[in-house]
């Protein structure tokens, strides 16, 4: 999966004299990108699981769902492979502020299908007079169904979330150190509004638009060719760079009955470009999800 990936920026700056090429880290980041889409669901819990907690002493709950995008592109960018992704996954939540998370992904077209399996463990805990902000950290653990070559298995994250009394407003900060054969960094933040549209006694419809931006630590690798004595030479040296890597704004309806939640949402990318990428376009796909909640 990661091969093809980077083949895909290899081929786009091999014909120049100075080439900067993107090194394999962007997969993981995307990887990130998803797992922070899972967290935004537990640390920024809508309406109905706030009255749920909010009435309970204690509790543990489950969260299970499903996840479909129908277009796959790798931190906003397409590499030409026309596929959809699935992932499934599971959450746990108790009053202690203790969470738990097991995700897989899974691309139509990339072999192996089943690219990476991932396990959370982290804790959060609100504070604050009217328990508007939150603090969390977790850790998470990359199996990938491929092992060879894998920059990144591991990543520790910390961050804070702040949104108002009635959650129509929020934001979300996380810092990322991820590190295995390789080491990195990432800062990644949403931001989102809460608007709702119906609302009966068992059902709720809202619109929930956010504003997700990744910046990362990249290593750029830098050929150089020159001529000496008639001949060409060539060589290369490395560069750690900290950039903008994407802008994704998601547009969904979320619809909640009983305890089943479904989302359908379309989403537009605007990635950076980095070293020698040029003509970036901004790409869009569907996403659907369903989910089910478990009061244990």
Same mark, same amino acid.
Do not use: C
């Given at each position: 999966?990661?091969?093809?990936?980077?083949?895909?920026?290899?081929?786009?700056?091999?014909?120049?004299?100075?080439?900067?090429?993107?090194?394999?880290?962007?997969?993981?980041?995307?990887?990130?990108?998803?797992?922070?889409?899972?967290?935004?669901?537990?640390?920024?819990?809508?309406?109905?699981?706030?009255?749920?907690?909010?009435?309970?002493?204690?509790?543990?709950?489950?969260?299970?769902?499903?996840?479909?995008?129908?277009?796959?592109?790798?931190?906003?960018?397409?590499?030409?492979?026309?596929?959809?992704?699935?992932?499934?996954?599971?959450?746990?939540?108790?009053?202690?502020?203790?969470?738990?998370?097991?995700?897989?992904?899974?691309?139509?077209?990339?072999?192996?299908?089943?690219?990476?399996?991932?396990?959370?463990?982290?804790?959060?805990?609100?504070?604050?007079?009217?328990?508007?902000?939150?603090?969390? %950290?977790?850790?998470?653990?990359?199996?990938? @169904? #491929?092992?060879?070559? /894998? !920059?990144?298995?591991?990543? &520790? $994250?910390?961050? =804070?979330?702040?949104?108002?009394?009635?959650?129509?407003?929020?934001?979300?900060?996380?810092?990322?150190?991820?590190?295995?054969?390789?080491?990195?960094?990432?800062?990644?933040?949403?931001?989102?509004?809460?608007?709702?549209?119906?609302?009966?006694?068992?059902?709720?419809?809202?619109?929930?638009?956010?504003?997700?931006?990744?910046?990362?630590?990249?290593?750029?690798?830098?050929?150089?060719?020159?001529?000496?004595? %008639?001949?060409?030479?060539?060589?290369?040296? @490395? #560069?750690?760079?900290? /950039? !903008?890597?994407?802008?994704? &704004? $998601?547009?969904? =309806?979320?619809?909640?009955?009983?305890?089943?939640?479904?989302?359908?949402?379309?989403?537009?990318?605007?990635?950076?470009?980095?070293?020698?990428?040029?003509?970036?376009?901004?790409?869009?796909?569907?996403?659907?999800?369903?989910?089910?909640?478990?009061?244990?």
């Amino acid at each position: 999966m990661k091969n093809i990936f980077t083949l895909f920026f290899l081929l786009s700056g091999i014909f120049t004299s100075f080439s900067q090429i993107l090194p394999k880290t962007e997969i993981e980041i995307e990887i990130e990108k998803e797992r922070n889409e899972i967290l935004d669901e537990l640390l920024q819990e809508d309406t109905e699981l706030d009255e749920l907690i909010a009435s309970l002493s204690s509790y543990q709950l489950l969260y299970v769902s499903v996840n479909y995008n129908n277009d796959t592109y790798f931190s906003g960018r397409d590499i030409g492979v026309d596929q959809y992704n699935l992932r499934p996954q599971i959450t746990y939540l108790n009053s202690s502020g203790i969470f738990a998370s097991l995700y897989g992904i899974y691309y139509s077209e990339l072999q192996p299908n089943w690219d990476v399996t991932t396990a959370t463990l982290g804790y959060s805990k609100s504070f604050g007079k009217t328990k508007t902000y939150k603090y969390y %950290g977790f850790y998470s653990k990359y199996f990938y @169904t #491929n092992n060879s070559d /894998n !920059l990144f298995s591991n990543v &520790l $994250n910390a961050g =804070l979330s702040v949104r108002n009394k009635k959650n129509s407003i929020g934001t979300q900060l996380t810092a990322s150190y991820l590190f295995g054969n390789e080491q990195s960094f990432q800062i990644a933040s949403t931001s989102y509004v809460n608007l709702q549209i119906l609302k009966t006694r068992k059902s709720t419809l809202t619109f929930k638009p956010q504003l997700y931006i990744v910046a990362a630590k990249q290593t750029i690798e830098l050929a150089q060719s020159y001529t000496h004595m %008639g001949q060409v030479f060539t060589s290369y040296s @490395t #560069n750690d760079v900290f /950039n !903008l890597i994407n802008t994704q &704004l $998601n547009i969904p =309806l979320h619809f909640n009955t009983n305890s089943f939640d479904f989302e359908l949402g379309y989403n537009i990318n605007f990635p950076n470009a980095i070293g020698d990428e040029t003509n970036l376009k901004n790409t869009g796909f569907f996403n659907f999800s369903l989910g089910y909640l478990i009061d244990l």
